[in-house]
C-alpha cells in the first residue's frame, strides 16, 4: 500500500487541483478501512497496536482534509499557499501511513 503525495504543478487549476487531492484523500480511507479490517482479525496484542496506527492516521488525515476545506474557501490569490501547506500535511500523512504499513506487513 502506498498513498500518492500531490505533485505541485504551477499550471494546474484549483478545481483540479481540489479534484486530485479528493481522489487521494478517498484513495487513503480506503487503506485505512483495509487496515481497520486486518486489525480486527487480529490478535488482542496486535490489534492494540493496529488501533494506535489507525487513530495516528486518521488524525493527520483529518488535518489533510481541513487543509483540503481551506483551499476549497481560499480565493484565488491565496490559494497557492494553502496548496503549500496541503503539501506539508499530505506529506507528514503519508511519512506515517508508510510507516504504519511496513510495521505491520
Known amino acids: 500500500m502506498s498513498t500518492q503525495t500531490p505533485i505541485r504543478e504551477q499550471n494546474l487549476s484549483k478545481e483540479a487541483y481540489e479534484q486530485k487531492v479528493k481522489a ?3 484513495k487513503l480511507n480506503a487503506q485505512i478501512d483495509e487496515l481497520k479490517a486486518k486489525a480486527q482479525q487480529a490478535k488482542a496484542d496486535t490489534e492494540i497496536e493496529y488501533q494506535n496506527q489507525i487513530e495516528e492516521l ?3 488525515r483529518d488535518a489533510a482534509f481541513q487543509k483540503m476545506e481551506e483551499l476549497k474557501q481560499a480565493g484565488e490569490d491565496a490559494w497557492k499557499d494553502i496548496q503549500t501547506g496541503f503539501e506539508s500535511a499530505w ?6 501511513f508508510e510507516n504504519a504499513s511496513k510495521k505491520f506487513q
Open 58 to 60: 486518521s488524525s493527520k
Open 91 to 96: 506529506k507528514e500523512l503519508e511519512a506515517s
Open 24 to 26: 487521494q484523500l478517498d
